[in-house]
């Protein structure tokens, strides 16, 4: 009894189905678990038949199981599913055996455990494990498709590649002859009209080299061939660079330019100079524009710093037509424009925003706009750049002549005065801004009486007008405010204004935009003492007298030493051949002219150079086996080290490395830039020289070398 009542207790407590069955497969008893598992009550559960919740495809194979029982038989487990009162189905899993009387069958009893979820994990693997057949054979087939479209894709490529370097060489090659003429052009005597006419081809010319550009640099990104280089540059040299580039296309607008690079941003970084300028260049072109009155806006900003690297924020905010939602949504696409009709008043490509959104992810950053329609746009990119060493990358020292000097800054435009006031800040100077003459005349005699007089006063305008005159003629014959120094910043000055400016005077004339070493350097200058012991004497101070005080503080006896040098150059094109001539000429340098590979090494055999200008596609010998055979020691050229630069219309980054490995010096991309190509001669021509000379089984030479 005691055993029964354990037992009963232990049936009680499982999960699983316990049941009993007479001899013709009818229920005789089932466990609470079991009523509960499949739904039905005790008394109309009781009385029926084991198949009549057996799902139907299955009942022969049950009736099979459970009635094939036989005594002392070793039974087996059986899987089959049911149907619960509620129309559910469960699969279990049964172990059935007969109970035996004599050798007689007097019944079944069984038990049972609920496996749907096993079987239906079952299910799925089974379903998996051939999708998964079925994927890898699918994906077999993909492979070998991908392979025959990549391998279709690197021919293709490669065409591509070779078709665009053809074509920027082709392009560039009549544009350099174009440019380079219409600028010497300019350089001789013409009367009002034939400049007006020249300077109009010069700037359709330049719109049109933006296209190509665009163009060539679209298809560089279609052929996978972008690159960012990563050199050492300063930074705040790129960006003013750019603003001194597009100043004159805003001014002509009368619009307000102002560019500032916050001072805590790292000048000396590395990465891309020449890519940050494209991006500048593109989103001032636009503001310029689509806009017609207001200002221009760019700023540089720290947007995150870590010991090795930052990241900047580029903005180019304006005043113009704005951009509506739904405009903002086809930006950044190629060739989309927010206006694409034929009535559209503004021209362009629609691919500058396209490059712009490429390069700044390719420098790890992003690009994008805030605007609304008719209050103006800012465009905004980010970059991370390295920073240079340590040493390199020091703050420039503030002079002290110039910290906490008292310092009034005058002017209409809030964010002209923002900029400059953020300038005095990192100089220590203390300062106060005002937006009129009213306002200034009231802090100046404020300051006077308080004791603590302004020692200078900034003077933001447009335009010189009798207003800034008059201005500056009531603080001068103020015995109260005389003493305090006059510097006026201007955007549109005309000639003449610095003279009668001084008579008023002004111990400055500045026009803008405003470079933060400028500013600081004629603070520096107004505030020296041999600048105050020849007070009434001095000459009024202008950008060019501050540059030229630059220079002569600078060593420049190497460069004027080499301004005789002797340049081969070697150039196949007649217009390019007199371009480059009398660009080299008129600074001062003794050219003679080549018109391929073999003729610059005969040159070279016959004469001493200083150095050779070569251009690489050239009949008979090109410029690299020019180059390769003037660097063979066995070769009979007087100087084997000579710096060589490859002058070419192959532009791509690509072919400056190619050019700089196979043993040239330096690299100008055409159409030649005058400023460019003096920069660059000089700079080869004042360097420490390179050894290039290889062993001789490291020189592979082309068949029409000379020696």
Not at 278 to 285: D, K, P, S
Request: negative net charge; hydrophobic residues 40%; aromatic residues 8%.
């Amino acid at each position: 009894m005691d055993s029964s009542k354990l037992f009963q207790k232990f049936v009680g407590y499982t999960k699983d189905i316990l049941f009993e069955l007479d001899t013709e497969g009818y229920f005789t008893s089932v466990n609470t678990e079991g009523l509960k598992l499949l739904g039905y009550e005790k008394e109309e559960f009781i009385g029926k038949h084991f198949l009549e919740f057996i799902r139907p495809d299955f009942k022969r194979q049950a009736q099979d199981f459970v009635l094939s029982q036989e005594c002392e038989k070793e039974n087996t487990l059986f899987e089959f599913p049911v149907i619960t009162a509620q129309g559910e189905e469960l699969w279990l899993e049964q172990y059935v055996v007969a109970v035996c009387s004599d050798n007689t069958i007097i019944g079944y009893k069984g038990i049972a455990r609920n496996v749907t979820r096993f079987k239906l994990a079952e299910e799925e693997l089974k379903e998996s494990k051939q999708s998964a057949e079925d994927l890898n054979l699918q994906l077999e087939k993909t492979i070998e498709r991908a392979n025959e479209i990549a391998a279709k894709a690197e021919t293709d490529n490669i065409a591509k590649s070779n078709f665009l370097a053809n074509m920027s060489h082709e392009i560039r090659t009549p544009m350099n002859g174009v440019l380079g003429m219409i600028d010497l052009l300019l350089d001789t005597g013409l009367d009002a009209e034939q400049r007006d006419y020249c300077e109009t081809a010069h700037k359709s010319a330049d719109s049109l080299l933006r296209i190509i550009n665009d163009i060539l640099d679209f298809s560089k990104l279609e052929a996978n061939k972008f690159e960012i280089e990563n050199i050492d540059f300063d930074l705040r040299t790129t960006v003013e660079d750019v603003s001194d580039e597009l100043a004159h296309r805003v001014y002509e607008k009368n619009l307000e330019f102002i560019c500032f690079m916050n001072p805590d941003v790292p000048s000396r970084l590395k990465g891309d100079p020449g890519r940050i300028r494209q991006i500048l260049r593109n989103l001032v072109g636009n503001a310029v524009k689509f806009t017609e009155q207001g200002e221009i806006a760019v700023r540089v900003l720290l947007e995150k710093e870590e010991e090795t690297r930052a990241m900047l924020r580029f903005e180019v905010k304006d005043t113009g037509i704005g951009i509506t939602k739904k405009g903002q949504n086809r930006l950044f696409q190629s060739f989309s424009q927010v206006d694409a009709s034929t009535t559209r008043k503004y021209g362009g490509t629609g691919l500058g925003l396209a490059i712009s959104k490429k390069l700044s992810e390719m420098m790890h950053g992003q690009i994008g706009v805030e605007s609304k329609k008719g209050t103006g746009s800012t465009f905004w990119f980010t970059a991370v750049l390295d920073k240079q060493s340590d040493a390199q990358n020091v703050a420039p020292v503030t002079p002290a002549s110039i910290q906490n000097k008292r310092i009034l800054v005058v002017g209409e435009n809030s964010t002209n005065r923002e900029v400059i006031c953020t300038y005095l800040k990192s100089w220590g100077c203390l300062y106060q801004d005002v937006s009129d003459e009213y306002d200034a005349f009231t802090a100046l005699n404020t300051a006077v009486d308080s004791g603590s007089p302004f020692e200078l006063i900034v003077f933001d305008q447009i335009t010189v007008d009798a207003q800034t005159e008059k201005f500056g003629k009531r603080v001068k014959e103020d015995p109260r405010l005389n003493s305090v120094q006059l510097v006026l910043l201007t955007s549109l000055g005309k000639r003449g204004d610095p003279a009668r400016l001084q008579q008023v005077g002004f111990a400055a004339y500045l026009s803008k935009p405003i470079k933060i070493k400028l500013l600081q350097d004629c603070f520096t200058t107004v505030f020296s003492e041999e600048y105050i012991a020849q007070a009434g004497k001095n000459p009024i101070i202008t950008r060019h007298s501050l540059a030229e005080a630059q220079r002569a503080q600078e060593d420049k006896t190497v460069t004027e030493i080499h301004h005789d040098a002797r340049i081969l150059l070697a150039e196949d094109n007649p217009v390019n051949q007199k371009l480059a001539v009398k660009l080299l000429t008129k600074v001062g340098y003794v050219v003679e002219v080549v018109n391929n590979g073999k003729e610059a090494l005969a040159a070279l055999e016959d004469k001493e150079f200083d150095m050779v200008l070569m251009d690489v596609q050239m009949p008979e010998m090109d410029g690299f086996e020019a180059t390769a055979a003037i660097r063979n020691p066995k070769s009979k050229v007087k100087d084997h080290d000579i710096p060589i630069i490859a002058m070419t219309a192959n532009a791509m980054k690509e072919d400056r490395q190619h050019c700089l490995n196979e043993g040239m010096d330096d690299y100008i991309s055409k159409p030649i830039n005058k400023q460019r190509l003096i920069e660059v001669v000089e700079r080869q021509l004042t360097a420490p020289r390179k050894k290039h000379s290889l062993p001789d089984d490291d020189i592979t030479l082309g068949e029409n070398a000379i020696f």
